[in-house]
């Protein structure tokens, strides 16, 4: 390793945010009732509540009977209130005051009127008809936007298939608040374009006002997941994608942007908000990174994306080094969307992907030279596409195929890669983590599952998601050995026992597509972070068992 502070661009001045502490915290709590229409108690309903003001709101869950307390930091005020309770809707819009006199806030129902514009992207599959071969194209649609906006379309199959070219010309770092272009189209196979849009077509209003099939919905929460605390702090431009979270020791949250060249912190306790701009090595290519990873001497890493190569944060002087691709391995297609710095102390090495050709490649911090590893160079052609990377304490790589079903490890001395294949086909692994035991926890996105390749046994054990159409992004052990998982899909976060098989989902009181997790070990209890990419915000769940 270098030492500080290394050779680099230097940080411009961050952009700041006005801070926006959080809610008071001395005064007594309140509680109330959630009632139904008939004047029943509802279990499970997303009570939220934001002061007058604040980029902060808080939310609870009502219990059996309905009832739900306040935590101790919503202090006296004036505050909107809003509910997630499929079915149902705040009976007229609704605030409050909270003050000294006030006793109780009770929270009366009625039935929604639009159970559409209430439904997850999980609900929107469930109720489509169809098998799960013609709503797999979909899961990828979730990255950019909502199933909503599909299954509301009036387009037929005719209209639709240019307009589902348009969109797969779209860059992976792209949301409806910020729409960027690849610089090289995508290839088309025309015939599966027309499957597509037929099925679309089938499942939207292009043929009547209403849909043909009756909207599904998920149960609401009960028992334990009604015993929980959120935090959603509000990030302040809607363009703000927050795509991987990182905790430190001090208690900020550290943000890689999806869609702007820009490393983001936050720090909940006084609501400061700072942005760190790094420089775009090639304009007017989509800009925002994926993978936000630390190393061992106080450094965060970016990958990139289509910027290309790695950038390199030193956090005590605040500034950035670039380590472009050289001109052999850098193309108008070039994607660097991983990035594992982990052990880099080890070898002086940092490893990374190629998107567009498939490939492992490793960076040098001394010398700024990248190598290039073809993990399938003896395979037949097939779809492949290395995406989440773990490293052992020697700087071996570990990395998901996310385009086959396999784990593949690159030997840091050899370069030799060995590939594990999952016992699930077509199961698109993504994520991972690495625990202290060398054992690789990852999630089956196509597969509705979170799984365990232990690397000393060479032996894999796989667990179902809950709930169907789930499709796990990522996963997180905490010190307790219980396994944390989210996505785009469910707007649940999943907690699971692997001794056990036992599990809980706590339901977010918004749409809330989520990629990389984080789960801070130094809490008590362990507490949930993770980004609302589309949401502009970041989220924080605390489990109160």
């Known amino acids: 390793m270098l030492a500080w502070p290394r050779a680099g661009f230097a940080a411009p001045e961050p952009h700041l945010a006005a801070p926006e502490p959080r809610l008071a915290t001395a005064e007594p709590r309140l509680g109330g009732r959630v009632l139904s229409p008939r004047g029943e108690p509802l279990e499970g309903v ?81 109720s489509m008809p169809g098998d799960f071969e013609q709503k797999r194209p979909l899961i990828e649609c979730m990255s950019c936007h909502t ?19 348009r969109m797969a010309g779209y860059a992976n770092n792209t949301t409806m608040q910020r729409i960027q272009r690849r610089a090289v189209p995508r290839k ?10 037929q099925y679309l077509a089938s499942v939207n209003l292009s043929r009547g006002p209403s849909w043909s099939y009756p909207l599904k919905t998920l149960p609401r ?26 905790v430190d020791a001090d208690g900020r949250v550290w943000y890689s942007n999806f869609v702007e060249n820009f490393l983001g912190r936050f720090d909940p306790r006084t609501g400061e908000h700072k942005e760190f701009d790094y420089p775009a090595v090639k304009p007017g290519f989509p800009t925002g990174a994926l993978a936000l990873e630390a190393d061992g001497g106080g450094h965060l890493w970016l990958a990139p994306m289509f910027q290309s190569g790695l950038v390199e944060f030193d956090i005590k002087t605040s500034t950035f080094k670039i380590y472009r691709l050289p001109s052999n391995l850098s193309t108008d297609a070039s994607q660097q969307s991983l990035v594992m710095p982990r052990q880099s102390q080890v070898d002086g090495k940092v490893w990374t992907n190629d998107v567009s050709t498939q490939a492992i490649l490793r960076l040098d911090i001394a010398t700024g030279g990248f190598e290039s590893i073809d993990p399938f160079k003896f395979l037949a052609p097939a779809s492949h596409s290395p995406y989440g990377m773990a490293v052992d304490a020697g700087n071996d790589l570990y990395f998901m195929d996310f385009g086959g079903e396999s784990i593949g490890r690159v030997d840091a001395k050899t370069l030799r890669t060995t590939l594990y294949p999952i016992p699930t086909k077509r199961s698109r692994p993504r994520r991972c983590m690495m625990d202290a035991q060398g054992r690789i926890w990852f999630a089956e996105f196509a597969a509705n599952k979170v799984a365990l390749f232990d690397s000393q046994k060479d032996a894999f054990k796989e667990w179902d998601a809950p709930t169907p159409h789930t499709y796990p992004y990522d996963v997180f052990l905490d010190r307790n050995g219980e396994l944390w998982s989210a996505g785009m899909a469910s707007d649940r976060v999943l907690r699971l026992d692997p001794a056990t098989g036992q599990s809980i989902e706590y339901l977010l009181p918004l749409q809330t597509n989520i990629r990389r997790i984080f789960i801070d070990d130094s809490a008590r209890p362990v507490t949930f972070w993770a980004g609302s990419n589309h949401g502009a915000s970041i989220v924080e769940l605390t489990p109160l068992d």
Not at 95 to 104: K, W
Not at 147 to 159: F, G, M, N, P, V
Not at 222 to 243: C, E, N
């Open 46 to 126: 997303r009570v939220s509540v934001r002061k007058e003001g604040a980029a902060v709101t808080v939310t609870v869950v009502s219990d059996h009977d309905g009832r739900f307390a306040l935590p101790a930091d919503v202090g006296f005020g004036r505050y909107a209130v809003a509910v997630r309770a499929v079915g149902f809707a705040l009976k007229s819009p609704a605030s409050f005051v909270f003050s000294p006199a006030t006793e109780r806030m009770d929270i009366a129902l009625a039935q929604t009127q639009d159970l559409a514009a209430q439904l997850s992207n999980t609900e929107w599959l469930t």
């Open 188 to 197: 088309f196979d025309d015939a599966a374009v027309s499957k597509l849009a």
């Open 221 to 246: 929460p009960q028992w334990r997941a009604t015993r929980v605390v959120i935090h959603q702090y509000d990030l302040p431009r809607k363009s703000i994608a927050p795509h991987d979270v990182r």
């Open 147 to 165: 199933l909503e906006r599909i299954a509301r379309s009036h387009y037929d199959a005719t209209q639709l298939v240019p307009v589902i070219k």
